[in-house]
């Protein structure tokens, strides 16, 4: 029997989805159900009828329906036209209120009764006219923009017999009267619609062209083969010169850690070769390594960011889970995509609990890889071989043994691979193999000791080779990238003064930091241990104890716990160096040895302030702005001539 508190929303999260996403291969809307929320299968069936009766209602052809049960409840998606995603977050959130209604007053947790609407207010829906601009839905949370008009406190809009004053505000569908609530969405529908945007995409699919819309500007082509227009002056697209427009050379880089060292050797790569590149990632946006944007731009506004930039030739655009979880795919056709790994983080979110559901996104970039494109995996990772198996698209394997079973079968039949043999990276094209040089001698791998780069190296290389780079243009990027202390900023970045030796990284989730410790010597180290620690609030506490754990194995003699300044996503500050300490404490570290400075660079100086020669400082540092006063200390020190034991400037933007 389905019960809930009809007093509060009954999903917690309701999107847009702009283009390929993890529930299918177009554009449409998504909701999460609130977590803890009762329903039964008879629910699901409603919530489905309710779709398909807005969808006749409104003229939408059908498409998929998507309820996908989970542990904390369901994710509820279908396939909506591309100009009226709005509109269709509307239809969703009625479809699923109105379909737990019923059996909700059958139980009695609502009563028998169902409100009208209040005398005065007019039927919801009535009055909202066609053409309307601007018209969006009400709720604040996941993608909603607020209702116009909302209702004023004192109005009688407050909730009354368990339903929620949104229900009553004009412009929302009825979720206790159907033809009300259609005429609503007709109207929302209609208000949204754009033919010229719908006209236009259609065209750049009957050229085999990508169309990059958003709220303010539609694309068509990419780079130096794209045009930009305002979403408020379309172009007919009989006035479209066609054959000025083209496609360029796309890659999309995905998984758990090593996204954006790979995005950022594989441009590397790229501009090596002479192509002008724009490449997107959690820094920002940049052509040619140069800035455009700063700031995470992980996600499809990076994407198309660095896509309409008229000077690329090429692109490599970092895609974050976040962003394909809200969104989808910027772009659903690429020339080459890679998954560097899949490990726990994340989870909890978007009914993502546990790693078959993580790879599950991270396989969404496969929506993008066609009959002659790669879709580029890690060999190693033992959840994307078991989900490669249902990947319709070309595959290209990495891994760390060139001649494991994997690599090994793949190359008999004809795929490529790359890996090492014998301390060298090889990569196979076919029939034809390329050494790719020695990988102690590859800066980015530390001598071989880190085991993530040598693999991120190994992705890079099988996705340049799927965008056609030469293997000698691959091997010479290999073998420079990483020299310079401004190639991979933020990743591995190591200063030494005297025999102290400190690195910057991001390191943020067990399986990252144990590969960032292991690497940088923390596991014999002859001198202490410092390090700071610190997480974004929207992980679950278990997650937090998790990265706590890790870093207690190596038996730091100080951790500094932090916050990430704009990451505490709902808890207060000091709640996660509240949960890190106990683990912390609980794995044998003295409590004296523990220290709390939640500003992140106030907590990244401790260390450098508590170090002797012989010591080892490692500093995750997440949030940008913070990473950038790290780095300009440690480079101001490096200048300097600084050693330990030796007064640190002053920081006028924290306490000492």
């Known amino acids: 029997m389905t019960t809930f508190d009809p007093a509060a929303e009954p999903y917690e999260d309701s999107r847009r989805l702009t283009g390929c996403n993890v529930y299918f291969a177009g554009t449409g809307a998504a909701l999460e159900a609130a977590p803890g929320l009762a329903f039964d299968d008879a629910t699901l069936v409603r919530w489905r009828d309710n779709i398909a009766a807005a969808r006749r209602a409104l003229g939408w052809s059908d498409g998929e329906i998507v309820a996908r049960r989970h542990r904390s409840g369901v994710s509820l998606a279908f396939t909506a036209p591309l100009d009226c995603l709005y509109a269709a977050t509307e239809v969703n959130e009625w479809a699923w209120w109105s379909a737990l209604l019923p059996a909700a007053g059958e139980s009695g947790s609502v009563g028998s009764a169902l409100p009208p609407p209040l005398q005065g207010e007019g039927r919801c829906g009535d009055g909202v006219p066609a053409g309307q601009g601007g018209v969006q839905p009400a709720s604040v949370r996941g993608d909603h923009h607020p209702h116009p008009n909302p209702p004023l406190e004192g109005e009688g809009f407050t909730a009354r017999d368990g339903f929620s004053a949104r229900l009553h505000a004009p412009g929302h569908a009825a979720v206790w009267d159907t033809d009300s609530a259609l005429r609503t969405l007709r109207a929302l529908a209609a208000a949204e619609a754009s033919p010229a945007l719908v006209a236009l995409q259609a065209a750049a699919a009957a050229h085999g ?49 090593g996204k954006t060292t790979t995005v950022r050797l594989l441009a590397a790569m790229a501009r090596a070769q002479g192509w002008h590149t724009a490449h997107s990632c959690t820094d920002g946006v940049f052509v040619d390594g140069q800035a455009l944007e700063s700031g995470d731009y992980s996600g499809p506004t990076g994407a198309r960011t660095a896509l309409r930039q008229r000077q690329a030739q090429a692109a490599v655009l970092e895609t974050a889970r976040g962003g394909m979880l809200r969104r989808g795919l910027a772009l659903c056709h690429a020339n080459v995509a890679v998954v560097t790994n899949v490990s726990a983080d994340h989870f909890g979110e978007y009914g993502v609990h546990d790693l078959d559901d993580l790879a599950a996104v991270k396989l969404t970039v496969a929506r993008a890889i066609g009959d002659d494109g790669l879709l580029v995996l890690n060999g190693d990772d033992a959840v994307l071989r078991r989900q490669a198996e249902v990947q319709a698209c070309p595959i290209g394997w990495f891994t760390q043994d060139f001649d494991a079973p994997l690599p090994a079968a793949h190359r008999a039949e004809g795929g490529a691979t790359c890996g090492v043999r014998n301390g060298r990276l090889l990569l196979s094209q076919g029939s034809v193999e390329h050494d790719l040089g020695a990988i102690d001698a590859m800066p980015l791998t530390l001598g071989g000791r880190a085991g993530y780069n040598v693999a991120n190296a190994a992705g890079a290389a099988l996705a340049a080779s799927a965008l056609g780079l030469p293997a000698p243009v691959i091997a010479e990027t290999l073998a420079r990238f990483g020299s310079d202390h401004d190639d991979n900023p933020g990743r591995l970045q190591h200063w030494r003064f005297g025999t102290l030796d400190v690195y910057v990284d991001y390191a943020h989730n067990p399986d990252g930091l144990q590969g960032l410790l292991r690497a940088v010597g923390a596991d014999r180290r002859g001198g202490r241990l410092a390090l700071i620690l610190g997480h974004a609030g929207n992980r679950e506490d278990a997650a937090l104890r998790e990265v706590a754990a890790t870093a207690a194995g190596f038996a730091p003699e100080l951790v500094v716990l932090k916050d990430i300044g704009g990451y505490e996503r709902g808890r207060a500050s000091g709640d996660i160096a509240r949960i890190m300490r106990e683990v912390l404490g609980e794995a044998g570290i003295a409590n004296d040895a523990i220290e709390i400075r939640l500003d992140e660079v106030e907590a990244a100086r401790r260390p450098l302030q508590w170090a002797c020669d012989g010591d080892l400082v490692v500093l995750p540092v997440h949030e940008l702005g913070a990473r950038a006063k790290v780095v300009a200390l440690l480079d101001t020190l490096r200048a300097s001539g600084w050693r330990p034991g030796m007064p640190l400037p002053q920081d006028q933007d924290t306490s000492q």
């Open 209 to 257: 062209l990508p169309c990059l819309p958003d709220d303010d500007e539609v694309s068509i082509g990419a780079g130096a083969g794209s045009r930009t227009w305002p979403v408020e002056a379309l172009p007919d697209p009989a006035s479209i010169d066609w054959p000025a427009l083209h496609a360029i050379p796309t890659a999309l880089v995905t998984g758990s850690n």
